[in-house]
T-cell receptor, first 114, second 114 residues
Framework: AQSVAQPEDQVNVAEGNPLTVKCTYSVSGNPYLFWYVQYPNRGLQFLLK??????LVKGSYGFEAEFNKSQTSFHLKKPSALVSDSALYFC????????????FGTGTRLLVSP | KAGVTQTPRYLIKTRGQQVTLSCSPI?????VSWYQQTPGQGLQFLFEYFSETQRNKGNFPGRFSGRQFSNSRSEMNVSTLELGDSALYLC?????????????FGPGTRLTVT
């Protein structure tokens, strides 16, 4: 069965600095990988996804993620953090074959300080 | 397009009661998934429906059930409520399954069991 690990419960970064939110996954075969963000008292919003091809995926709000097959990782990055990026971030994985469910990580809280 | 809507937004129930939550997907979306979100457990998958058929089911007891109607609207039911069922229940819709479609989430139903 597929699984996702987000090793950091919280990431703290100063505004203007680069940020990284880590995600590793386990799946049988090839993965579809996703990042979602949740702002307080709201549902999750889609940020970006990896399907195939280029390992660097660009998404909404200046975020990007790098797929690394050998390390089974899909880390979320942004060159310059904003205070408004403070939120809960979820990584998710789904195998490319079969009707299998989307599995989410436990989430990482990003706190960007002014 | 209107987003995913969930009703009600808030519910307070007593142990032993049952509850029904409703989800209306984005127009044209045929897949609906349900998740339970709690601070300690993150986002736990409940079920996924496509064309009125349950495609996937998570590891929840039989007290949790769901269904999808011909217009793609979905309901989930929890019988014999327990205190541990208190959570945010999120519904998400997508165009289909077995493809890298991103999911669009509703705002959730906050269930409190006393």
């Amino acid at each position: 069965a597929q699984s996702v690990a987000q090793p950091e419960d919280q990431v703290n970064v100063a505004e203007g600095n680069p940020l990284t939110v880590k995600c590793t996954y386990s799946v049988s075969g090839n993965p579809y990988l996703f990042w979602y963000v949740q702002y307080p008292n709201r549902g999750l919003q889609f940020l970006l996804k990896y399907i195939t091809g280029d390992n660097l995926v660009k998404g909404s709000y200046g975020f990007e993620a790098e797929f690394n097959k050998s390390q089974t990782s899909f880390h979320l990055k942004k060159p310059s953090a904003l205070v408004s990026d403070s939120a809960l971030y979820f990584c998710a994985v789904r195998p490319t074959t079969g009707f299998q469910k989307l599995v989410f990580g436990t989430g990482t809280r990003l706190l960007v300080s002014p | 397009k209107a987003g995913v809507t969930q009703t009600p937004r808030y519910l307070i129930k007593t142990r032993g009661q049952q509850v029904t939550l409703s989800c209306s997907p984005i127009s044209g979306h045929r897949s609906v998934s349900w998740y339970q979100q709690t601070p300690g457990q993150g986002l736990q998958f409940l079920f996924e429906y496509f064309s009125e058929t349950q495609r996937n089911k998570g590891n929840f007891p039989g007290r949790f059930s769901g269904r999808q109607f011909s217009n793609s609207r979905s309901e989930m039911n929890v019988s014999t409520l327990e205190l541990g069922d208190s959570a945010l229940y999120l519904c998400a819709s997508s165009q289909g399954v077995a493809q890298p479609y991103e999911q669009y989430f509703g705002p959730g139903t906050r269930l409190t069991v006393t």
